[in-house]
């Protein structure tokens, strides 16, 4: 039997992922060599080129919302992986405890002040500042530490007592001075070069100045240092320079038979606000035959508005009204994504650096494989 | 009024739980609102505190009253005479004038190991030179406190007091602070005394009916058998059982007509069954009273319970004898005034009557295992058994001090008692303190000796130290094989938690208190003598009937404390006008009242130790509570106790409830209802009341929830970091439950939690989850979750010795060059560690040094050497750890004591155990980066991935609601969706409702991606925050290898035990597969090369034991060949020789040498 080639319905099928009610089907993708019989699936740059696409949905600093279109999951995966997990921030790694006499003990006192996210400005802290390496001999941890390997950070607080509150104040942030103690109370002492390239608006300082380190009562005091270094992800998340980054896919929602009168408000219903839209029969679609629409002119039909918006809770395959009125999907090669930074890396550059890391391993691992064949 | 700050006023806040105070109120919705009311008057500890108080205001009055009096043999004329005795509030033992203050707070006796006691103090009279002589306030002994009792300065402080005395408010008291370790007398239960239970015996048919008489003086059990028709009576001063004739004969000369119907009534079946006793009395000749009481005076034991009286006492005829043992001996609990028998005569003539209906019905046999036959002993009563007893001795010694100062022929001066009360009353304070601290009651006029009845308070988690406090120990034995008394009694409904029990050998024998539970103090008796003759005409005294009379159908006696002491023919409406003076408040709300139709007997107890609970009333088919009781109570103008005088509350103790018809909702209240419960979920304890929906979990695993909430690490009190306890785990960042229950608010779980919510989601995942394994989220563990500290104390006291020299602080140790050596690393310039520092394994933290001489006396030339040796606190446990606190302070008895606390955080790694609250717990089975951990669409990432293997079997349908309510509540920001109550509806309907308005599945069932390939999973996963517990089962401690190390001096085999570093066993199951698979030489060398094997030299020829190749025996070399034997069968050979038993061992070569 002579083969035919896909139709454009065949290729656009086997790009949805099958929502049903109880389980996901069609997961993996397929266009690869050797899958279908008599089909062409290697991998092709111009097909790829043609194929990809990227939507902007949202660009805060803090959160990025975009869609990457006509990749692989593995792919789209990387870049999640990588942002998780291999972009380099600049974090507390080594708290001096000089005096601690408050409650919160120096070892968790140190915890919190190494996962709280810093800031700084862009060219000293990606071309500048260079990683940190521990030196094998440990007597000569303290050659190790430079401009632009290390940074210092002092944090003096001492509670004392208000004179000036008023005597009946309960409230012990008024009744005492430094009662709380705040990311914003981290001192940042340049080093070196390190005053040219933080200065100012570039300084180093706490992303959310309003974090709550510890609480204090008079006569206690915490006076320590600390160092920042180079971190990725994987070695702690304080390093991580996403709160999260995750993607999507899109949904794909397919009204098979017409949703009329009731039931389209139930349907709507089914969906977050906005997935679907009432509209009213129309004349033509119900002189259409067949269509389903015949006689219902002017009553209101569900129709899909924006499927992006929708959570993908299935709960319209849970009512027996809409029996095989309707399929869900998601596309295989659309992903939603939202990067979610912590605060050192604007959200999209997280991304880009993404990019460009996973480029960086492929050329190192190019080389590699170079290497070996030669 | 006090100022309200307990800790329960969140809860009777008008607006709380969003509730305003505007909004309706309805008696259904909102009656659990009398339970903190509840709890607020008394409560889960209130019972001990209850006790003690009583014990210390007016037992300890009433024991010195009974032996107040001390008169002198010698001088016959004096007498001294105890008129009060007062307990104090707490001091401190070392006071001085020269100390500012002398009131101590129980952290100070914790820190300082002291003992946290008051004074007792007494007022005496006496006569001195024929004058009277009135002093006051003599001291006499030290009794320990209790906390938050009566005389305790915790009782009644508010929040900001007990912050100033380093206090927790939230902590339960009712224990005691003994050498700075606390202490709790756990509760006792006991079948209950002076009441009468038949029993049958399976084997012999015979039934048999035993009372327990307990009074002041003493304990005996005297019982009534039927054995093959005749019927005896015996006790423990009885030589052998005496027919039951002869005894009622002796009790004021009955004729036999009297004695049959006394025993029998009219009942025709009952005479021709007893008929045949009066044989027994025939046939023994005995026909009159005389001849009775010589019957039973000769039966009499001679010695045994007459040790008491002086040998010069004349010999008491038998008549006598038998005369003073059936008055104060045999049920002794029935008194005997003016030689007026009759009393005691319808009480043995009841328990024959009971013998006879039980040999008739086999039915109407009792339960021993029923709630209502049992009694509950508390930390008051066992006190006052124990003080009686020392107040006891303590006079009988202060006699002695008394006769041996007046036997001196020529005094100087007068008599005078106050030094000898004081140094005498020092065996007092010595005994009450050694038996809370060794946990040993012997009380010797009982022949008591009970082990184990105090504990040491479970700091563990502040729920370990609240089911402490509610615990009941029963007396039954541990190791016997019977189901009876283990397992769930129908009675403890409401009374008992069904599920906190241990598991193993003690399953079923201790129990715990349920939430609402109370035990009662004694009553007085009078008062209530005399309510039964004034509520109803037809109510007349027992003495002035015949049997015939008694016994008449329609009659019913009425028994006061199981003593049948009136007799009336209106039973329903006597208890009727019972219950409604009680209910006014005229006679005491504890005093059960119950009607026994099946022998027509009404039962008023008034006695301690029986375990009620209180219910709504409910007349007529409406609940007596209204919602205006509701309002007053929000606006706190009404307590719980007002309630129980306006009639709306009672209680009902365990044989009250079966003449009760309870309705447990107020849809099931019906016209024939005569209570309703205030609460369903009071019927769990406290410790199974943080289980979220324990009705929907299947019922063990409630119990192995009850275990593990104890191990639970997390907030133990608000004064965790002042106390300095030998062990404690705290969690870095504890959290309130997401789901939580009322118990939860009452018993302020909220408050002191032990867990964290972590984001579960239920999968498989990598393999490594099998066998309930549990997934982490490194990311997770990274921002802390499951940080725990663990907190271990050192103390070292500097001891004063007899000679004068005393242990001191030694200082640094220098090294040649003049840098501290390694070992002193951390210690500062006074021989104690710097606080902060980091300790390693063997560094010292408290440089001691003890002197050499201790013993020489210093007089003359008795002087020992001045050095002192080194006896340091080294640290020693193989992970460093920091040095959290070092205190500095004296003891009691003025040595200085230096205590010193380490701390280590640590992070959750691979086999550490956690548990979720539906008794499912698991270890860690791999850390998993957060990249590669399933992400949802939200990008939600699991804390937890747990395997879906652990629900089908286990069958804690409880933990997915709670997963799902949690759900809800997190996404809608509702915390009060956070709810999951026994016996309450349950939420799937209305939680899915709100998952599916905020775009989630209605099931909890959402569609993930896998971190690891990108490519959604082909099922939806179940997930949300459920609350999981971090055990303190840590790998960390536990872990243990060894390849060579120290070994034991006796036997020179490997040491036993990780402390010890010792080798791994294989033991006897291990050799025996070794020995059955053949592997010989893998045996020989476990066993021998890499245990205790030794080079011996023995000879051929005696086949004894030589020495450097020579035989001793033999005087030769010749025949004397080196092998390896185990040192242990060597040890064994020469320990058997030193017994003069002869071995030999005969050699042979295995593989001969060509010669």
Not at chain 1, 240 to 247: C, F, G, N, Q, R
Not at chain 1, 337 to 353: M, T
Not at chain 2, 383 to 408: P, Q
Not at chain 2, 815 to 836: Q, S
Request: proline share 5%.
């Amino acid at each position: 039997m002579p083969h035919k080639p896909p139709t454009k319905e065949e290729l656009e099928r086997r790009k949805i992922v099958g929502i049903h009610e109880e389980t996901v089907r069609d997961v993996t993708s397929t266009d690869f060599p050797g899958h279908y019989p008599g089909e062409e699936h290697s991998w092709d740059i111009d097909a790829f080129r043609r194929g990809f696409r990227v939507e902007f949905h949202q660009n805060a600093p803090f959160e990025a919302s975009f869609s990457l279109i006509g990749v692989d999951a593995s792919i789209a995966n990387a870049f999640r992986r990588i942002m998780i997990a291999d972009i380099p921030t600049l974090a507390i790694e080594t708290v001096f405890i000089n005096n601690n006499t408050s409650v919160i003990q120096d070892e968790v006192l140190s915890h919190r002040l190494g996962l709280i996210p810093f800031k700084a400005g862009h060219e000293g802290l990606h071309k500048f500042l260079k990683w940190w390496r521990k030196p094998t001999d440990e007597s000569q941890i303290n050659n190790s530490y430079f401009d632009f390997n290390t940074v210092s950070l002092r944090l003096e607080v001492k509670c004392e007592h208000n004179e000036a509150a008023s005597p009946n104040e309960t409230d012990p942030k008024k009744l005492y001075h430094h009662a709380h103690v705040y990311a914003s109370d981290i001192e940042f002492c340049p080093v070196g070069r390190q005053d040219k390239y933080f200065s100012g608006a570039d300084s180093i300082a706490p992303v959310n100045p309003d974090i709550l380190i510890a609480k204090l009562r008079p006569g206690q005091e915490i006076s320590l240092s600390m160092h920042m270094h180079k971190g990725v992800g994987s070695d702690h998340a304080k390093f991580s320079p996403v709160a999260t980054a995750s993607y999507r896919l899109m949904p794909v929602i397919r009204i098979d038979r017409p949703i009329l009168g009731a039931d389209a408000e139930m349907f709507a219903r089914c969906f977050p606000p906005g997935v679907i839209a009432i509209d009213k029969v129309s004349h033509k679609e119900a002189a259409q035959k067949g269509s389903g629409y015949e006689g219902h002119e002017g009553e209101a039909k569900a129709v899909v508005a924006d499927p992006m918006r929708d959570t993908v809770s299935r709960e319209c395959l849970r009512h027996a009204e809409f029996k095989d009125k309707v399929t869900l999907g998601r596309r295989r090669d659309h992903f939603i994504y939202l990067v979610e930074s912590a605060g050192q890396w604007q959200s999209d550059a997280i991304f880009l650096e993404a990019v460009a890391h996973l480029k960086k391993r492929a050329q190192d691992l190019e080389k590699q494989v170079v290497n070996m064949v030669r | 009024m006090g100022v309200l700050d307990d800790g329960f006023e969140a809860l009777l806040e008008p607006f709380y739980n969003g509730k305003k105070l505007t909004d309706p109120i309805s008696t259904k919705e909102d009656k659990y609102q009398l339970l903190p009311a509840f709890l607020k008057v008394k409560g889960l500890v209130k019972q001990h505190i209850d006790s003690y108080n009583f014990f210390v205001q007016q037992e300890i009055k009433d024991i010195v009253r009974a032996n107040r009096s001390i008169r002198s043999d010698q001088e016959k004329d004096f007498w001294l005479e105890f008129t009060d005795i007062r307990v104090g509030t707490p001091t401190r033992n070392d006071y001085s004038d020269f100390k500012a203050r002398d009131e101590v707070t129980p952290m100070e006796c914790r820190l300082r190991d002291m003992t946290y006691a008051a004074p007792v103090v007494v007022d005496i009279t006496y006569l001195r030179d024929r004058k009277k002589i009135v002093r006051k306030d003599i001291p006499l002994c030290r009794i320990p406190v209790m906390l938050k009792s009566a005389k305790c300065g915790l009782s009644g402080a508010t929040n900001a007091q007990m912050e100033i005395m380093n206090e927790c408010p939230l902590d339960p008291g009712g224990y005691f602070i003994i050498n700075g370790t606390e202490k709790v007398i756990l509760i006792q239960e006991q079948l209950s005394k002076n009441r009468v239970i038949v029993e049958a015996d399976e084997k012999t048919g015979g039934v048999s009916a035993s009372v327990t008489s307990s009074t002041h003086e003493r304990k005996s059990k005297t019982y009534v058998i039927l054995k093959k028709d005749r019927i005896v009576l015996n006790h423990n001063v009885l030589v052998e059982p005496i027919p039951i004739v002869i005894v009622l004969k002796a009790l004021g000369g009955l004729s036999d007509y009297e004695i049959m119907e006394m025993v029998a009534g009219g009942d025709a079946r009952y005479q021709d069954d007893f008929l045949i006793n009066f044989d027994e009395a025939t046939k023994a000749g005995v026909f009159t009273q005389q001849q009775a009481l010589e019957y039973v005076g000769s039966r009499v034991k001679m010695g045994g319970p007459k040790k008491g009286r002086s040998m010069a006492a004349p010999r008491r005829s038998p008549v006598e004898e038998g005369l003073d043992a059936l008055a104060n001996l045999i049920i002794a609990h029935v008194t005997i005034q003016d030689l007026d028998f009759y009393p005691k005569a319808i009480y043995i003539a009841m328990m024959v009557r009971r013998v006879l209906m039980a040999a008739h019905n086999p039915k109407l046999v009792d339960d021993r295992d029923f709630v209502g036959n049992k009694r509950l002993e508390l930390a008051g009563q066992l006190l006052s058994l124990l003080f009686e007893d020392l107040f006891k001795m303590f006079v009988a010694s202060l006699k002695g001090n008394m006769e041996y100062f007046f036997k001196k022929p020529n005094r100087t001066s007068a008599y005078d008692p106050v030094g000898p009360i004081s140094s005498q009353g020092q065996y007092i304070t010595q005994g009450l303190n050694r038996a809370i601290q060794s946990g040993n009651w012997s009380v010797k006029r009982f022949n008591m000796n009970r082990a184990g009845v105090t504990h040491v308070l479970s700091r563990l988690s502040y729920i370990a130290a609240l089911g402490m406090m509610t615990r009941i120990s029963s007396q039954f034995e541990k190791t016997r094989k019977v189901s009876g008394p283990r397992a769930l009694q129908p009675s403890q409904w409401g009374m008992l938690c069904p599920s906190d029990t241990p598991e193993g050998e003690a399953c079923g024998l201790v129990k715990n208190l349920a939430l609402m539970t109370h035990i009662t103090t004694n009553a007085e008796e009078e008062p209530v003598k005399n309510w039964i003759f004034s509520l109803i005409p037809g109510v007349e005294p027992i003495r002035m009937f015949t049997g015939t009379e008694m016994h008449k159908p329609g009659s019913y006696i009425i028994h006061l404390n199981g003593t049948p002491f009136a007799l009336t023919r209106y039973p329903k409406q006597f208890a009727a006008r019972f219950k409604t003076m009680r209910r006014r408040g005229h006679i005491s709300p504890f005093i059960g009242i119950h009607i026994n139709e099946h022998f027509s007997a009404i039962h008023i107890a008034t006695d301690e130790g029986r375990i009620c609970r209180p219910y709504i009333i409910v007349k007529d088919g409406k609940s007596k509570l209204k919602d205006e009781h509701l309002r007053l109570l929000q606006l706190g103008k009404a307590t719980f106790d007002d309630f129980l005088k306006r009639g709306v509350i009672e209680y009902l103790d365990v044989n009250e409830e079966n003449d009760a018809l309870i309705a447990i909702r107020e849809d099931d209240v019906n016209h024939s209802s005569t209570h309703m419960e205030i609460e369903p979920f009071t019927i769990l304890g406290a410790v199974a009341g943080i289980i979220p929906f324990p009705h929907h979990n299947q019922s063990p695993r409630n119990t192995y929830q009850c275990a593990m909430g104890k191990q639970a690490i997390g907030a133990i009190a608000h004064n965790q970091f002042n106390r300095i306890d030998t062990l404690l785990y705290t969690l870095v960042y504890p959290q309130r439950p997401m789901v939580i229950t009322k118990t939860i608010q009452l018993i302020h779980y909220d408050k002191l939690p032990a867990g964290q919510n972590a984001t579960v989601v239920v999968m498989s995942y990598s393999g490594y989850d099998i066998e309930d394994a549990l997934v982490l989220n490194k990311a997770s563990c990274d921002r802390g979750f499951g940080r725990c500290q663990v907190f271990r104390k050192y103390t070292a006291e500097l001891q004063q010795y007899p000679n004068g020299r005393k242990d001191r602080l030694g200082g640094i140790q220098k090294d040649d060059e003049g840098r501290t050596i390694a070992k002193h690393a951390c210690l500062d310039k006074d021989g104690l560690a710097v606080v902060g520092y980091r300790v390693h394994s063997g560094e010292t933290m408290v440089m001691k040094e003890t002197p050499i001489d201790q013993t020489s006396t210093g007089i003359g030339s008795d002087r020992g050497s001045d050095d002192f040796r080194p006896a340091a606190i080294n640290y020693r446990i193989p992970d460093p750890a920091y040095i959290d606190k070092v205190m500095v302070s004296n003891t009691e008895k003025n040595t200085a004591i230096v205590k010193v606390q380490t701390r280590q955080t640590r992070r959750p790694e691979l086999g550490d155990k956690f548990s979720s609250r539906h008794g499912q717990k698991g270890v860690v089975g791999i850390i998993v980066d957060q990249e590669d951990m399933p992400f949802s669409d939200t990008g939600l990432v699991p804390d937890i991935i747990m395997n879906p293997h652990g629900f089908p079997s286990r069958m804690t349908v409880g933990k997915l609601f709670e997963c799902l309510t949690g759900k809800a509540s997190v996404v809608a920001g509702r915390r009060d969706y956070g709810f999951g109550d026994a016996f309450r509806s349950h939420p799937v309907e209305e939680m899915g409702k709100v998952l599916i308005d905020h775009g989630f599945s209605w099931e909890g069932k959402d569609y993930f991606t896998s971190g690891i390939t990108g490519e959604p999973h082909e099922a939806y996963l179940f997930n949300g925050p459920i609350y999981y517990q971090r055990l303190k089962h840590m790998v960390q401690d536990k872990m243990h290898s060894r390849s060579r190390g120290p070994r034991a001096i006796l036997t020179r085999q490997p040491t036993e035990g990780r402390s010890r570093d010792g080798g791994l066993r294989l033991g006897e199951m291990e050799r025996d597969c070794l020995i059955a698979y053949g592997a010989s030489q893998l045996l020989l060398e476990r066993l021998m090369i890499s245990s205790d094997g030794t080079q011996v030299d023995i000879c051929e020829r005696c086949g004894l034991l030589g020495y450097k190749g020579y035989c001793q025996t033999c005087q030769s070399t010749s025949q004397v060949t080196q092998m390896t034997m185990p040192y242990a069968a060597k040890l064994l050979v020469q320990e058997l020789i030193s017994m003069n038993v002869g071995v030999r061992m005969q050699l042979e070569d295995k593989f001969p040498h060509p010669r």
